[in-house]
């Protein structure tokens, strides 16, 4: 396996609805062999119970091909999951694709942070941005 198709690591990202606004977000993948596990921070715009939503992620890297969902801890405004599909670039820094949900859809993308220290400050910043 080319370790520039590894997803471990922190990534910073973003996903869009159909409708339009963004909402940030940094993961904190683990990849082993193919197999992703890992956590997902970014703004509560779900309600107000929080400022930020956490989530599990769990999935599988196949090449390139890129296949996770995000399912909502359920301790704040958030209990249900989300699907994430699409491809790592050629470089192993970005992935975009799309999300969907029941009745709903959308685009992502993320980049790959490459200093841990600057990325866990990011963190905070994710979470005020919201």
Do not use: C
Not at 65 to 92: E, I, M, P, Q
Request: glycine content about 12%.
């Amino acid at each position: 396996m080319s370790k520039r198709l590894n997803l471990s690591g922190l990534w910073m990202g973003s996903y869009a609805y159909a409708f339009g606004g963004a909402v940030p977000f940094l993961a904190k993948i683990e990849d082993r062999d193919g197999a992703l596990s890992g956590t997902i921070i970014e703004p509560n715009t779900m309600g107000d119970s929080s400022d930020s939503l956490e989530a599990i992620l769990q999935g599988s890297r196949h090449g390139s091909a890129v296949d996770f969902t995000k399912a909502y801890d359920g301790a704040s405004d958030a209990a249900h999951a989300v699907d994430y599909v699409r491809r790592l670039s050629g470089d192993g820094a970005s992935v975009s694709g799309v999300w969907s949900l029941a009745d709903a859809d959308g685009s992502f993308e993320m980049h790959r942070e490459a200093v841990w220290e600057e990325a866990e400050g990011r963190e905070a910043e994710v979470v005020r941005t919201g």
